[in-house]
């Protein structure tokens, strides 16, 4: 059964820093592109960074490019999302999502974490 | 950048209707790639159709997916209770705004 598990969400002041981490199992995990999509409260989903399953190629929507750096550990099964310089308008569940295959062009997402809650403010 | 349009924003209906939403890409979209997924309150999204057409695991065949192009459309044939949610069609980096489903 797949799984994915993410954590270190909190309550950061603007201009902070916060690494996100989702935790896989139940596929082989290198064999798997990896997104995160976050949701405002109350809002619509939107594609944040995605990274192929080698980890040689990543993404990033253009409002967090430069601030935010995906990564992934293939032998701890572990994808991360590092987020720098924080924004209120950054404030969002984040949702780590596997692709349906190694590649990230095209991708869609068809197994969800529960999310972890990022809240900006001072 | 491709904008995602779904219409309508809400859609109100009774359990055992039938449910048409569409979606609407700026510019023509492979099919390969257009998706569909399902929200409830509280929970995680979950893939519906994939390539357009083609249901995920375990989705009822009440639920299908057709189009191309432009233009793409998830049918329900009739209303579950269960079914009554927000649904997001997608395209590689971009969601539609989502069409909510709700109870007439």
């Known amino acids: 059964e797949v799984q994915l598990l993410e954590s270190g969400g909190g309550l950061v002041q603007p201009g902070g820093s916060l690494r996100l981490s989702c935790a896989a199992s139940g596929f082989t995990f290198s064999s798997y592109a990896m997104s995160w999509v976050r949701q405002a409260p109350g809002k619509g989903l939107e594609w944040v960074s995605a990274i192929s399953g080698s980890g040689g190629s990543t993404y990033y929507a253009d409002s967090v490019k430069g601030r935010f750096t995906i990564s992934r550990d293939n032998s701890k099964n572990t994808l991360y999302l590092q987020m720098n310089s924080l924004r209120a308008e950054d404030t969002a569940v984040y949702y780590c999502?596997?692709?349906?295959?190694?590649?990230?062009?095209?991708?869609?997402?068809?197994?969800w974490g529960q999310g972890t809650l990022v809240t900006v403010s001072s | 950048e491709i904008v995602l349009t779904q219409s309508p924003g809400t859609l109100s209906l009774s359990p055992g209707e039938r449910a048409t939403l569409s979606c609407r890409a700026s510019q023509s979209v492979s099919s390969s790639y257009l998706a569909w997924y399902q929200q409830k309150p509280g929970q995680a999204p979950r893939l519906l159709i994939y390539g357009a057409s083609s249901r995920a695991t375990g989705i009822p065949d009440r639920f299908s997916g057709s189009g191309s192009g432009t233009d793409f459309t998830l049918t329900i044939s009739r209303l579950e209770p269960e079914d009554f949610a927000v649904y997001y069609c997608?395209?590689?980096?971009?969601f539609g705004q989502g069409t909510k489903v709700e109870i007439k």
């Open positions: 999502a596997k692709g349906p295959w190694a590649a990230v062009a095209g991708t869609t997402f068809d197994y």
């Open positions: 997608q395209q590689w980096r971009t």
